[in-house]
């Protein structure tokens, strides 16, 4: 009943806003995120860049004070963990035939706007019009479109000519007929920028260009328009057939055919909200999360051989994907993009060695940064797996991670299970602690404070302390094993599982409960002494399933206590009256990180305090900075506090758990 009246309710929203445009749904969208800035140099990251299609290159609007006939950037990912091309680089002028500018940008701006499917704007003065659109055709090749129409009742002649000066010099131009060709010595990929006014003249310096088409005359109401495509293209992708694709389209069918897909994509996630979260304002933030994801979106390239989801491309050292993100944002993406949720997976399992170890970080050049293999991070891969199959019961990819999935859960048990118990130590390959505390992914937590290295063999070591987020998740692997042992009709080995997850349940509700203060800690590797810190990981738990009915009670207790964990953003990684709660610049010491809250709201939900819920998750929402606001990004952590934004813009796996929570699941 529910489902229908849902369904119901998506179809009347439809139905009532087609009058007023084509694109009702994806009306949401606009200007969801503020991309408008002026790149001062190439590593300034002060403002967004938009980009579709998995694309290693974005664009943006350029600011009051800096207009140009042009969208900002490219913002170049392909190069030196992302650099600005130029403040505009594919920048136009129109020349009257006395040589000057026909329409002066700055002062003609009307309107620079945003879809998840395109950008766009548009100019005015007196004579002219001219709007300009910027789509991506594919995950190497943007399209720019100026569309030019004469308002005035006398014929124009205007001399169409771009020019700009890179702020680069990294980058060879040379000219190939109507094609600008950009050589980077610090990357493989090829620029090519197509003017296709087969009289265009161009012409190159050390510093940039200038292209000079051919003379147009506009007609009184006539419109002219000017395609430019730009594509950046890494050696593993073919030009000649990229070009060749790029001839047989028009800018308008690739247009209409992705606001299409951006229509069709955020409806259907619409139609999937908790009807707690039926209004607008939900739509539009939903809007918000589908293009973070996005934007930090990225084709397989070089050492990435499957395609993903940066953890912020804003951020000059996430241009990578973590093995824990990933886990995080294929979990999402299989709402509403099931194949790319699939590829987040492989990629890393691309760089699973023989005995089972993810390492913690690949990237595209490792010559700029090195992949990591000092730690990998918590098992959270089976979990990422089962979504998938959850969405689109794809049982062939159960049968193609399986045995993967399997390799790597042994793994913790060879080499991080320092006394062999069955309860298993974050640690580190290369016996540094500072790698064993990345290993949890909580680089700098409380309870790590005094921890210790232990050897266990040759690039195995372990922290002396057993950690109740490990096992949990451990735990809820063998969960999920037995569930795709089911799929793939294993009977022998799904018993198998079933009977490690009850021997480790025991294990876990036993030695890391703490009845006096109703939470879960660490412990010492002995299993006698807590560490008593009541952090975010007392309470993972609740959203494995590991805890009792009475131990669920007392941590939500805990949970709705404003002195502890119901701050003004709830669910803070460390208990707010621990005296080394730092919520400005803490890190994994009291912010708020979503993933986190994630665990601890739906964990919630899954012992049914629905009411509790509710309730959180409504503070988060609401409390956290710009959340609901149009035009501010999603950030990596919050102030608890204050909900004050912190570190990273345009973060993954916040968008990610931010998704999770208002959809149905």
């Given at each position: ?12 929203i439809?139905?009532s ?11 949401l969208?606009k ?7 002026f ?19 974005g ?21 030196q963990?992302?650099?600005?091309l ?9 020349l ?19 879809y ?7 100019f ?6 001219v ?22 009742s ?17 980058i060879?131009?040379s ?23 087969k ?30 495509s ?32 951006k ?12 009807m707690?979260y039926?209004?607008?304002d939900?739509s ?37 994907f ?25 990629a890393?399992?691309d ?22 293999y ?5 098992p959270l891969a ?28 042994d ?6 299970d ?5 309860l ?27 921890s ?7 690039k ?18 063998k969960?999920?094993?037995?569930k ?9 080995e ?21 009845a006096?203060?109703g939470?879960f800690?660490?412990?010492s ?7 008593k ?6 309470f993972?738990?609740l ?17 709705l ?41 739906n ?50 796996w ?12």
């Amino acid at each position: 009943m529910k489902q229908f009246i849902s369904t119901l309710l998506f179809f009347l929203i439809l139905q009532s806003a087609f009058s007023q445009t084509k694109f009702p749904i994806l009306e949401l969208s606009k200007n969801s995120l503020n991309y408008k800035g002026f790149p001062k140099n190439a590593t300034d990251r002060k403002s967004l860049a938009f980009s579709d299609k998995g694309a290693w290159f974005g664009f943006g609007f350029l600011e009051p004070g800096s207009i140009q006939g042009g969208f900002s950037g490219p913002f170049l990912m392909t190069e030196q963990n992302g650099v600005w091309l130029s403040s505009s680089f594919v920048s136009l002028r129109l020349l009257n035939d006395n040589k000057q500018d026909e329409i002066n940008w700055e002062k003609s701006l009307v309107n620079q706007n945003s879809y998840n499917s395109h950008l766009e704007q548009l100019f005015q003065n007196e004579l002219l019009e001219v709007k300009q659109q910027l789509v991506f055709f594919s995950g190497n090749t943007a399209i720019q479109k100026t569309s030019i129409t004469n308002r005035s009742s006398k014929k124009i002649s205007l001399n169409p000519v771009f020019d700009s000066k890179t702020y680069l010099n990294t980058i060879q131009f040379s000219k190939e007929n109507q094609t600008l060709k950009l050589i980077s010595s610090k990357s493989n990929a090829v620029g090519y920028i197509q003017f296709f006014d087969k009289n265009t003249v161009i012409e190159t310096t050390n510093e940039g260009y200038s292209a000079k088409l051919n003379l147009i005359t506009v007609k009184p109401n006539e419109t002219k328009e000017i395609i430019v495509s730009q594509s950046y293209i890494f050696p593993q992708y073919s030009w000649e057939n990229e070009k060749i694709k790029i001839s047989k389209s028009t800018f308008n069918s690739v247009l209409s055919t992705n606001q299409q897909a951006k229509e069709k994509e955020l409806a259907q996630l619409i139609a999937k909200k908790k009807m707690v979260y039926n209004g607008d304002d939900y739509s539009v933030f939903l809007a918000k999360l589908i293009l973070t994801l996005q934007n930090n979106t990225r084709i397989a390239a070089e050492g990435l051989k499957h395609e993903g989801v940066f953890p912020s491309y804003n951020y000059e050292w996430f241009h990578g994907f973590w093995a824990w993100d990933s886990w995080k944002h294929a979990a999402a993406l299989a709402h509403f993009s099931p194949e790319l949720a699939k590829n987040q997976m492989r990629a890393l399992f691309d760089y699973q060695e023989p005995n089972g170890f993810i390492p913690d970080c690949i990237y595209r050049d490792t010559t700029i940064e090195p992949n990591n293999y000092r730690n990998t991070k918590a098992p959270l891969a089976a979990w990422a797996v089962w979504e998938i199959y959850k969405q689109n019961k794809d049982v062939s990819f159960i049968k193609e991670m399986y045995p993967k999935l399997k390799k790597y859960h042994d793994w913790w048990y060879k080499e991080r299970d320092h006394d062999q118990d069955g309860l298993c130590e974050f640690g580190s390959t290369d016996g540094s602690v500072i790698a064993a505390k990345w290993e949890s992914g909580m680089d700098n937590a409380v309870r790590f404070d005094n921890s210790k290295i232990l050897k266990n063999g040759e690039k195995a070591y372990s922290l002396d302390q057993e950690s109740v987020d490990l096992n949990s998740f451990l735990y809820a692997e063998k969960n999920y094993l037995a569930k795709m042992a089911q799929v793939l009709k294993l009977a022998d080995e799904e018993k198998k599982w079933k009977s490690e997850s009850n021997t480790l349940k025991i294990q876990i509700q036993t030695q890391f409960w703490d009845a006096t203060t109703g939470w879960f800690y660490d412990t010492s590797i002995d299993g006698k002494t807590s560490v008593k810190e009541m952090g975010c990981e007392g309470f993972l738990p609740l959203w494995t399933e590991v805890a009792t009915s009475e131990q669920a009670n007392a941590i939500k207790n805990n949970l709705l206590n404003p002195i502890t964990f119901n701050t003004f953003v709830p669910l803070p990684t460390l208990a707010a009256n621990n005296p080394k709660f730092n919520p400005e610049d803490g890190y994994w010491r009291g912010p708020i990180w979503l993933d986190q809250v994630y665990f601890g709201i739906n964990g919630l939900e899954k012992y049914g305090y629905k009411k509790e819920v509710d309730l959180l998750t409504g503070k988060l929402i609401q409390n956290t900075e710009g959340a609901l606001e149009k035009g501010m990004s999603i950030r990596e952590n919050y102030h608890p506090k204050t909900g004050k934004g912190l570190e990273a813009q345009n973060f993954s796996w916040s968008a990610a758990h931010f998704l999770l929570l208002i959809l149905n699941n």
